[in-house]
């Protein structure tokens, strides 16, 4: 197999993983992996996966409300009701980091 063939392979199987969760996963849930995927270096950005769902419903509630500073979190935690940010804290917090 060429270098080509293993670099497209990769890139499929790498874009098919959210999608294998996605029959389970609360709605939503798809957008957060644009950016919290596994990403080094990045903390601030940092995986959901594992995440304590009390963790994640203060960090969403905290960014909807105002009283965290963001670029963008803030915007798009108001689109969420609370009840789908416990769904999504629950969702995260039971897959393996």
Not at 64 to 72: E, W
Request: net charge neutral; with cysteine; aromatic share 4%.
């Amino acid at each position: 197999m060429t270098a080509t063939r293993v670099s497209v392979a990769t890139a499929v199987l790498l874009l098919s993983l959210p999608i294998a969760h996605a029959a389970d996963a609360p709605a939503g849930a798809a957008s957060c992996t644009g950016c919290h995927a596994a990403q080094a270096g990045v903390p601030e950005m940092r995986a959901l996966n594992g995440m304590p769902a009390a963790e994640i419903v203060g960090k969403m509630t905290a960014f909807k409300d105002g009283t965290q500073p963001a670029t963008i979190m803030d915007r798009i935690a108001k689109g969420f009701s609370e009840e789908e940010i416990r769904a999504l804290a629950a969702w995260y917090a039971a897959q393996k980091p």
